[in-house]
């Protein structure tokens, strides 16, 4: 085995050295492909050499299993080498559409690729009416989602015919095609009215199917119409007669039944106009009402531009009420305003209230305004007010926001010491108050300011004189004297008294006043020149006060109240020098003085006396029922001190007005009646006859003796300070009795008393334009509320139109029950007493305070009562029990602090205008 070897090493060595002593061959490599899970590479498979850097794989996809929004997929990658593998792939996940997609009853979130659902929810349906359907055709609504698009028409059936009522409206009077009309409009002097027209005005139809009944409130106590069961002919008809009061609206209504009918005839035949409130028709048939487009405010103003006159198609606005201007509304979009004509809107159309209106389009000579409209609907504004600063003395309020309209709130005024009140403002318009304190009706965004002024004492008045209120006098004449009022006069020298005093250079002009001069304020309108101003004592030598140099103000004010001057001299020193005006603070005794209205305490339910002594002048107006007679005889009997009666009114032929002086005899103890003056009418001549049998030298004249359409105002002086005007209105031609009364305004210093017995409405919106400046913000007015503070006379533009700073109302208390409740349904009527304490607090009845003295001094007046004759009980709700009212706390209490009042606070929801703590 050894042998063997060792032959097979030494062949092996043989070889080998024969090779190597041959020339060596190149090695050719034999490439091959080797990869691992990364990267491929090429090696020699004959010496296993690595012939080429190694490769990332360049993977090819394929798929074996594609994946789902929820289930993986599978596939293969496979690289050119020869490398393959196989993976999962992940799920795709759901992509739901972002909008809703929707079947009939739902709508949804759906996915794109699988059409699986989410959010899945039912349909918010909501429905707009495409074609309103009507008894003659058939309509149609779009029901649609609120949430997606999902959306449907559906028919809607014809209307059954259902009986429904056509309303005859003021501001929609001829808006009804399916009536025919004629001389049917509306009333523009009073436009919650319409006026159907005497001599043949009519409103007929058979075109409304058959008609069940007709009802018409109208204004007044007459009805001149005449219905009719047919469109030309037919029976008469007899309506039921009620009385019915609609806001401010009161007056008859009048019902007829027509049997269903197939047309009617409402026609007025008479020699005078009727006035309706509203006309109702219960009908069973279809008219088709006038159809309005919507249109915003510049398309409104697009269409006005191209017409002539009016538009007779109908349009639909909405905007924010942004000013108001008696019968003229400007109504804004924000961008666009347009100007609506109002006339017989009177709620909801407020400032700054966003309101939805329906009307007609007009251009009125180049004006575009939006005419006879009615209101659709309304967003309610709330207000805020802001307190100016003052000098001397500051406001509280118990409100500054969030405040409605017509809310009243309640102004607390703070003077320095040493300072008072002299003007209370409301947006610029002066506004009343008493003791310190004021209610302000709110009816937008508001700016309160006050003026304070020094507190010279309770026996104080200070009276304004502007020169141009005065005749005019001569110019440049020496020593012209000018009487002002009873207090002061001025004479003049080298001046000119007219529209202006002008003191020429050198000139001067001594004023003279009957008290002791507190303050003067001159007011200029000269820029420069040099005055010097003096004062003196009664029967002493002038001081100078003081030297001004003009400087273009226009006001001077002079404080010489440690001083006693009753004369203060003006003196040009330079210059020709103008004044408008003056005004004085000075001190008066007038307290001891003046007039004082005795208000008799009335036994029935109406009744109408007041006793007026002025020194030893004496009026009574009117004598009350007949149960009033005793009552009538102890009030003159007390204050008629010398047994003469100077002058007797009866304002008018009601027996309620006269009847304590025919029925009984109050005039016993008086020695003479010296002038009676009645309203116009026949019946007068009862009256008459009774007074002049008793006093045969008494001096009688009707109303229309004194004053006439030509002399409209009649006066009779007292004295310097006191006088009587009589005005005449046209009440005295026409045959209502309420309306004939006598109109007197008895003037006293600043004072003046406005009585007009049972005047109504109608007569007081007749009286108005023909007086336009009755009153004036510098007059303290007592207003005595017409016709016992009835519902059809006390309006609020009359009462605005008075002005009244106190008021007070005669008629007695009716008690309507066994429990002796107060009947609120009768004189004098809440809503009317409302509508005078919106405008003033001070407002006294002697149904509550027994009789009544008030007294006036010719600035302010007081109010003191005497206890009342009748008990009456309140009724608590809460505790179901009656309460006797107090007659001796109520003696001096005004008409809304009373518990008559604040039962009806509490009872029959009404305003409490006192701002007091109710009784219970």
């Known amino acids: 085995m050894k042998s063997k070897f060792k032959s097979v090493l030494c062949s092996i060595i043989f070889l080998a050295s024969l090779t190597g002593c041959r020339i060596q061959e190149p090695h050719v490599h034999s490439e091959v492909t080797r990869y691992d899970d990364s990267y491929h590479w090429n090696i020699c498979e004959i010496c296993n050499e690595i012939t080429s850097t190694k490769v990332e794989h360049n993977f090819k996809e394929e798929t074996i299993k594609n994946p789902t929004c929820t289930e993986k997929g599978e596939k293969k990658l496979k690289c050119e080498c020869g490398y393959e593998k196989n993976i999962e792939v992940d799920a795709t996940g759901h992509k739901f559409n972002k909008n809703y997609e ?45 949430n997606c698009n999902y959306e449907k028409e559906e028919i809607l059936n014809k209307l059954p015919l259902v009986e429904t009522t056509i309303e005859i409206l003021p501001d929609e009077v001829n808006e009804h095609p399916y009536l025919e009309m004629n001389g049917v409009y509306l009333n523009e002097t009073y436009p919650t009215e319409f006026t159907i027209e005497k001599n043949g005005g009519y409103i007929k139809s058979d075109k409304i199917g058959t008609i069940a009944e007709i009802s018409v409130h109208l204004y007044g106590y007459y009805n001149n119409l005449k219905i009719y069961d047919d469109i030309s002919d037919g029976n008469l008809l007899t309506g039921e007669k009620t009385y019915l009061t609609d806001g401010d609206n009161s007056g008859y209504l009048y019902t007829y039944t027509l049997n269903d009918s197939d047309s009617f005839r409402i026609e007025n035949p008479s020699n005078y106009d009727t006035n309706a409130y509203f006309i109702k028709i ?17 398309k409104a103003l697009e269409i006005g531009a191209s017409l002539t006159g009016i538009d007779e198609n109908k349009y639909i606005i909405k905007g924010t009420v942004t000013s108001i201007d008696n019968n003229y509304i400007t109504l804004s979009d924000g961008s666009k305003s347009i100007v609506v004509e109002n006339k017989s809107i009177k709620k909801n ?50 409100k500054y926001s969030n405040i409605n309209f017509e809310e009243k709130i309640n102004v607390t005024i703070l003077p320095d010491e040493g300072y008072k009140i002299k003007y209370l403002f409301l947006n610029g318009q002066k506004q009343n108050f008493y003791d310190n304190k004021s209610s302000l009706l709110i009816t937008q965004n508001s700016i309160i300011t ?80 040099t005055l010097k101003v003096y004062g003196a004592e009664k029967g002493k030598g002038f001081i100078e006060i003081k030297t001004i140099e003009l400087d273009g103000s226009k006001q001077y004010i002079l404080d010489i109240s440690n001083e006693n001057y009753t004369f203060i001299k003006l003196v040009s020193e330079k210059e020709n020098i103008s004044f408008e005006s003056f005004s004085m603070v000075y001190e008066t005794d007038d307290n001891a003085e003046g007039f004082v209205i005795h208000s008799v305490e009335m036994v029935g339910t109406y009744g109408d006396s007041n006793l007026i002594t002025y020194k030893n002048f004496d009026i009574l107006i009117d004598g009350g029922t ?17 047994g003469v009666l100077d002058l007797l009114i009866i304002t008018h032929p009601d027996s309620d007005h006269y009847g304590g002086i025919t029925s009984g005899n109050p005039f016993q103890n008086l020695t003479n009646i010296n002038m009676m003056i009645t309203g116009d009418h026949s019946s007068n001549d009862q009256i008459v006859n009774n007074v002049s049998s008793k006093f045969p030298d008494v001096e009688v004249y009707n109303i229309l003796e004194l004053v006439n359409t030509e002399k409209k105002i009649h006066t009779l002086k007292v004295d310097d300070d006191f006088s009587i005007d009589f005005f005449w209105h046209e009440g005295y031609t026409l045959s209502s009795k309420n309306n004939q009364s006598v109109a007197t305004m008895i003037k006293y210093k600043n004072t003046k008393l406005f009585m007009a017995g049972d005047m109504e409405k109608a007569e007081c919106n007749r009286f108005m334009p023909v007086y336009p400046n009755l009153t004036s913000p510098e007059d303290f007015v007592i207003f005595k509320a017409l016709h016992h503070a009835s519902n059809g006379s006390n309006e609020t533009n009359f009462i605005e139109y008075i002005k009244p700073d106190f008021a007070f109302v005669t008629a007695g208390m009716k008690l309507s029950d066994p429990n002796k409740t ?9 809503d009317a007493s409302i509508r005078i304490g919106n405008y003033t607090n001070k407002y006294y009845w002697s149904g509550i305070c027994g009789q009544l003295n008030i ?6 007046a007081t109010a003191k009562g005497l206890g009342r004759s009748k008990d009456y009980y309140v009724y608590d709700k809460n505790t179901g029990n009656y309460i006797l009212a107090d007659k001796e706390k109520e003696k001096d209490v005004t008409y809304f602090e009373s518990y008559f009042y604040q039962n009806a606070v509490l009872n029959m929801d009404k305003p409490n205008l006192a701002n007091i703590k109710l009784f219970a």
């Open 102 to 146: 929707f079947d009939e009853n739902y709508h949804f979130h759906k996915c794109l690729d699988c059409g699986e659902k989410k959010d899945i929810e039912s349909h918010d349906l909501n429905e707009e009416i495409i074609d309103e359907p009507t008894p003659i055709s058939e309509g149609k609504k779009r029901i649609y989602c609120n």
């Open 282 to 298: 219960k009908h069973t048939g279809y008219v088709e009402e006038p159809k309005y487009e919507k249109i915003s405010i510049e």
């Open 349 to 398: 159309l407020n400032p700054d209230y966003f309101v939805e209106l329906k009307g007609k389009i007009e251009n009125r000579n180049g004006q575009i305004l939006f005419v006879n409209p009615s209101l659709i609907s309304y967003k309610a504004a709330t207000y805020t007010v802001e307190v100016q600063s003052s000098q001397n003395g500051s406001i509280q309020l118990n």
């Open 450 to 529: 006050a003026v304070f002024v020094k507190d010279y004492g309770q026996n104080t008045i200070e009276s304004e004189y502007v020169f141009s209120s005065y005749e005019e006098g001569e110019d440049k004449k020496y020593q012209e004297e000018h009487k002002l009022d009873s207090n002061t006069k001025i004479t003049i020298t080298n001046s000119f008294f007219s529209s202006n005093l002008t003191i020429y250079e050198k000139g001067e002009a001594l004023i003279e006043s009957n008290g002791i001069i507190k303050e003067i304020t001159l007011n200029t309108n000269s820029n420069s020149g």
């Open 626 to 642: 007949a149960s009033d007679s005793s009552n009538v005889k102890k009030v003159i009997d007390t204050y008629v001190l010398d």
């Open 822 to 830: 107060p009947n609120y349904r009768a004189h004098p009527y809440l």
């Open 855 to 860: 007294s006036c001094n010719g600035y302010t």
